[in-house]
């Protein structure tokens, strides 16, 4: 039997390196120094003046494209052009500098002055004079993305912002504006608590996701209020929702899941489920391990049960993320019953299991038309930990099923030999297959028999999955390239 452990709390993820901090200045009305010394200023110049800023120009020389902006409407009295260098004492007053210059001695002095008035620096085109950097923009304002390489890769950064401008629509700049003149108004209701005001902003979002290209009116607002208000006491109530995080790989994670995972209050954790998949989860999410490893430490369920019910009587936004599929061997039926017995709301999203990640990346056709009538889940182990006792062996035994056998690693020598004894051929292709669509995958092909004799001596760790079936017969075909293993030899 596994060793108890209760429900604890999981320490977050500390957020990895970032190159630069991404900051995002409020520049109305402050005053910018620009030295327009080399090449490459003008756009900056805009750049500033439509972020609101009031921008000094500095150009001994200055050219026409510059003249042209700063008499441009657009800008009037935003841009101020002086035909001379720039001096220390212009910098006074400055909320932050940017130069262009053609040497690294008059990128060094400008840089030094300015970090000696206290005002922060950016020589174009020379990141070790910069204090700040410019990314590439994606411009849906006031809704504002920035895209930043490090200077590393600027027309990778450019590329990346030629994607996401093509996935953006234009229309997200009218939600976003009808969002800032909305916001304070809904925040100074007495009438709605901070739930219903949260609820309010899903509701929008749901309406600016579903029609991105129409200008939101002020009849949007009285409708949205109006469905939130139909919503009643139900806003105020905790909710569960069990959510299948896949087998592994982050990018199999449903929409559905991705969103679950960024409105929960409190997610439990299986310890099966990848860690890169909490990278979707809403960071202020409090996150909670639950589950267990095979043979080790495990939660009791009815204590997970409680804790579930629990926090969502208390109001919270329950996710129970599960590993694969929350139906398929996840214990759903128990957490379910509890959620209806407490009349907590619950909502199941489907996940990839484990055998069809797997099936994925091996490229194996589980129904076969001409060689699989059908495909059947098993699993391992019983609640004892051992092999169950019911199993149909007559079923196991079809050559014209595929069978996928979950959690095996401690009962498969004893499943193989009650299923060949069933009369499943000994030569039944066999595939083990641990940590399924992971980075750390790893690969056995065998035969029912051969796996049997090998699979007790292998070290790795886990979660197991093993394939059986007829079906599987052209997979067992491994060229010596691929990084997988053949029972009795090494590819």
């Not at 035909?83 to 400055?94: H, I, N, P, V």
């Not at 009650?418 to 292709?429: F, I, N, R, S, V």
């Given at each position: ?390 199993i149909d062996w007559r079923s196991i035994a ?76 052209e997979t067992l075909a491994v060229s010596e ?11």
């Open positions: 039997m596994s060793e108890p452990r209760k429900p604890s709390e999981a320490k977050p993820a500390r957020m990895g390196r970032l190159a630069r901090l991404p900051v995002f200045y409020a520049l109305e009305g402050k005053r910018v120094l620009v030295a327009a010394n080399g090449m490459g200023a003008v756009w900056k110049v805009e750049l500033l003046a439509a972020a609101g800023a009031h921008v000094d120009v500095y150009a001994p020389k200055p050219g026409a494209d510059l003249l042209e902006l700063a008499n441009d409407e657009a800008f009037a009295g935003k841009i101020a052009v002086h035909a001379r260098s720039w001096s220390e004492r212009d910098l006074s007053g400055a909320t932050m500098a940017v130069g262009t210059f053609r040497t690294d001695e008059e990128s060094e002095s400008f840089a030094r002055a300015a970090r000696a008035a206290g005002v922060p620096v950016n020589v174009i085109d020379k990141p070790a004079f910069c204090d700040f950097a410019f990314g590439s923009i994606v411009n849906r304002s006031p809704l504002v993305i920035g895209i930043s390489t490090d200077g590393a890769a600027p027309v990778f950064g450019q590329a990346i912002r030629a994607k996401i401008e093509a996935m953006l629509p234009m229309g997200f700049a009218g939600w976003a504006e009808a969002a800032r003149r909305w916001r304070g108004v809904l925040q100074s209701a007495d009438e709605f608590s901070f739930a219903a005001r949260r609820r309010f902003w899903q509701l929008f979002t749901a309406r600016a996701l579903a029609e991105p290209n129409r200008a939101p009116e002020q009849d949007d607002y009285a409708s949205l209020l109006a469905e939130l208000r139909t919503e009643g006491a139900r806003v105020e109530q905790g909710s569960v929702t069990l959510v299948g995080a896949g087998p592994g790989d982050p990018e199999l994670l449903t929409l559905r899941a991705v969103r679950a995972l960024q409105s929960a209050d409190v997610i439990l954790i299986d310890d099966l489920v990848s860690a890169d998949v909490l990278d979707f989860a809403r960071r202020e999410a409090k996150k909670m391990l639950v589950g267990k490893t095979g043979g080790g430490p495990a939660c009791k369920q009815n204590e997970i049960n409680e804790l579930m019910v629990s926090l969502a009587k208390k109001g919270k936004r329950v996710v129970r993320l599960k590993g694969g599929d929350p139906m398929i061997f996840g214990r759903a039926g128990e957490e379910i019953e509890a959620c209806r017995l407490a009349e907590i709301p619950i909502e199941v999203v489907p996940g990839i299991t484990a055998a069809q990640g797997a099936a994925s990346r091996l490229q194996i056709s589980l129904t076969h038309r001409l060689r699989a009538r059908r495909i059947q889940y098993v699993t391992g182990h019983a609640a004892n930990g051992k092999l169950p006792e019911n079809d050559p014209a099923a595929v069978t996928a056998i979950y959690m095996p690693s401690r009962t498969f020598v004893e499943f193989s030999a009650q299923a060949e004894a069933a009369g499943l051929a000994a030569g039944t292709p066999a595939i083990a297959i641990w940590n399924a669509t992971r980075p750390g995958q790893s690969v056995l092909r065998s035969t029912l028999r051969e796996m049997r004799e090998v699979l007790p001596e292998r070290s790795e760790q886990g979660p197991l999955l093993i394939l059986l079936g007829e079906a599987l017969s390239s691929e990084p997988e293993q053949r029972a009795g030899r090494v590819a």
